[in-house]
């Protein structure tokens, strides 16, 4: 088992691994990013990367993933990290890969001097609820996720 940071020869299989979370998540439809999306993403041609991976792999072949991207706490006054996304495929669940996953981003956080690692779940994802709570980590109920995207984005942005 090895975690490591992505490289661009992850990218296809990152971003299987996008999709079979998708249907995990009972949206496979959603799931419509392409290869040259996420290439651009962790490695631009130009500039800084604005989202970093990790992968788990066991041997020589990716089974798991992190996808993440820089905060800004206003009240911290520091950066911190937002795991977009964690998956581990489900023959190797059980197998340690996913606390190996969030312990390399935590170990990011402390050496960087980051004070928080955040993420979301859903609510009905009981298996990932656990195992979040085992590690330590807190649930922010009182918090409400909005989002705006579609018509009500394009109309708010004329």
């Known amino acids: 088992m090895t975690i490591r940071e992505a490289t ?10 996008v999709r079979d ?4 998540e009972r949206e496979p439809d959603a799931a419509k990013a392409t290869e040259e999306q996420f290439r651009t993403a962790l490695f631009p041609e130009t500039g800084t990367p604005t989202t970093f991976a990790h992968v788990a792999e066991v ?18 006054g520091v950066n911190g990290i937002w795991l977009e996304d964690l998956f581990v495929q489900p023959h190797q669940r059980g197998s340690g890969l996913g606390r190996k996953l969030l312990a390399t981003l ?9 004070q928080r690692l955040e993420w979301w779940v859903l609510n ?3 298996p990932s609820i656990g195992f979040y709570k085992s590690l330590g980590a807190v649930p922010q109920d009182e918090w409400s996720v909005f989002r705006m995207d579609g018509e009500a984005l394009a109309e708010l942005g004329t």
Do not use: K
């Open 8 to 17: 661009p020869d992850d990218v296809p299989a990152i971003l299987q691994l």
């Open 21 to 24: 979370l998708a249907v995990y």
């Open 59 to 76: 041997d020589g072949e990716v089974v798991g993933m992190a996808i993440w991207y820089l905060t800004f706490s206003t009240w911290t």
């Open 106 to 114: 935590a170990r990011t956080c402390t050496e960087r001097g980051y």
């Open 124 to 126: 009905w994802n009981e």
